[in-house]
Every structure is written in C-alpha cells, then in structure tokens.
Nanobody, 124 residues
Framework: QVQLVESGGGLVQAGGSLRLSCAAS????????TGWFRQTPGAQREFVAA????????YYRDSVKGRFTISRDNAKNTVTLQMNSLKPEDTAVYYC?????????????????WGQGTQVTVSS
C-alpha cells in the first residue's frame, strides 16, 4: 500500500491561489497515475486532475482547465496541484489518490490508495 499525505489547504478569497501537495511513501514505484479528487458534503467525489508518473502527461476536468496545474517530482515522491483564480465552487475537501494499474480513469473507484484529505475554502 502507498501512504499519501496532503497538505496546503486553507481559506482564500475568490480569485486567489492555493498550492496543494501530496507526499507519497511506501511502494511508490507501483504508482501509475496520481490523481486529485474533491468532495463536498452530500456529493460524490469528483475527479479534478491527474498525472502519469512515467511521462508527466496530465488530465483535467473541464472546469479547472487553465486555472489548475498538476505536476510531479518523482525524486521527492510528491505531486502538486497549483490552483489559481479560485472560485467559491472550488470549495471542497481535496484528496490525493494513487492508481496502481495503467490507464487513466476519472472514476474514484479505480484508485486504490487515498490520503486523508485537505479542506479548501474559497470565500466570495
């Protein structure tokens, strides 16, 4: 199992920026894709962005394209989500997740390991 720890959440005004980090440990070589998901109360967890470990190919949900950037540092086993031009609708708990099988998936059930989540709140 891979252990994932998120950090960097907080409270920010609309239009501001936050940088989330996901630190992985234990069996990190098994990770094919690292994804970020988010969840609000009463809603299903939704895909935000993902990055392929080998070649850093990235994927984004449409509503964050041009505002969020995902990147990875394999030497440090970290994945970062830079969030700019934040909107109140970006408010959620953000989770980092590891997919240990090949192929991108937007479905949370295909990701095996999860962090504990970090709260992002964007005020209007």
């Amino acid at each position: 199992q891979v252990q994932l720890v998120e950090s960097g959440g907080g409270l920010v005004q609309a239009g501001g920026s936050l940088r989330l980090s996901c630190a992985a440990s234990g069996g990190t070589s098994s990770i094919y894709i690292t994804g970020w998901f988010r969840q609000t109360p009463g809603a299903q967890r939704e895909f935000v962005a993902a990055i392929r470990r080998t070649d850093a190919v990235t994927y984004y949900r449409d509503s964050v394209k041009g505002r969020f950037t995902i990147s990875r540092d394999n030497a440090k086993n970290t994945v970062t989500l830079q969030m700019n031009s934040l909107k109140p609708e970006d408010t959620a708990v953000y989770y980092c997740a590891a997919k240990v099988t090949s192929g991108l998936s937007y479905y949370s059930g295909h990701y095996r390991d999860w962090g504990q989540g970090t709260q992002v709140t964007v005020s209007s």
